[in-house]
Nanobody, 124 residues
Framework: QVQLEESGGGLVQAGDSLRLSCVVS????????MGWFRQAPGKEREFVAT????????SYADSVKGRFTISRDNAKNTGYLQMSSLKPEDTAVYYC?????????????????WGQGTQVTVSS
């Protein structure tokens, strides 16, 4: 049974930084591309960032490029999302997700496993 557990969310001020973690169990982590998505109240869940199974390829949404960094530690079965220069519009529930392939994609429907999410709130 594949399980994903996010942590690291919280309430911060605009301009602050935060690091989210996603611990994966039940699947060989290095064989899975990982993504981070977010969902703000009243909006659809949207792509934030993705990283390949090896960690060598990364892709970001334009809205977070240059501010967020996705990474992974395959030895620890853990993925990360380092968020800097946070803005109020970054407020959302953040979800990590896995694919059953090493290749990255941005489409939400192509991810097979999801965590429960962690709330990030950025005050102005």
């Amino acid at each position: 049974q594949v399980q994903l557990e996010e942590s690291g969310g919280g309430l911060v001020q605009a301009g602050d930084s935060l690091r989210l973690s996603c611990v994966v169990s039940g699947r060989t982590f290095s064989s899975s591309a990982m993504g981070w998505f977010r969902q703000a109240p009243g909006k659809e869940r949207e792509f934030v960032a993705t990283v390949s199974g090896s960690g060598n390829f990364r892709s970001y949404a334009d809205s977070v490029k240059g501010r967020f960094t996705i990474s992974r530690d395959n030895a620890k079965n853990t993925g990360y999302l380092q968020m800097s220069s946070l803005k109020p519009e970054d407020t959302a529930v953040y979800y990590c997700a896995l694919r059953t392939t090493i290749y990255t994609r941005r489409e939400r429907a192509l991810y097979d496993y999801w965590g429960q999410g962690t709330q990030v709130t950025v005050s102005s």
